[in-house]
């Protein structure tokens, strides 16, 4: 899974670098510009790409949900099961 909250050339130098059946998870727009995904890439690596707004899900589930959410995350990098990899582009 790959987080974008560049869009633009970063989202598309990002995704040439992704794993077939990679999810994009876009959550901003620091560049202004839209999400460029090549066509080829959709199919050929099966990228699938979706748009997250964390203000949205944050205002619209309870407090349960939420803490449910941060838990599991704790304890996927607890595990190890998610890493962050950094990678950007000078604009």
């Known amino acids: 899974m790959l987080l974008d909250c560049v869009g633009g050339q970063a989202t598309k130098d990002m995704v040439r670098l992704a794993s077939k059946g990679a999810q994009v998870v876009v ?33 619209s589930s309870t407090l349960e949900e939420r803490t449910e959410f941060l838990d599991e995350l704790v304890r ?9 990899h950094v990678w950007c582009r000078v604009f």
């Open 27 to 59: 959550y901003g727009s620091v560049a202004q510009e839209d999400v460029r995904v090549p066509p080829f890439l959709l199919v050929f690596k099966d990228i699938h790409v979706r748009g997250f707004w964390r203000t949205g899900w944050f205002n």
């Open 76 to 84: 996927l990098i607890v595990r190890t099961k998610v890493t962050s």
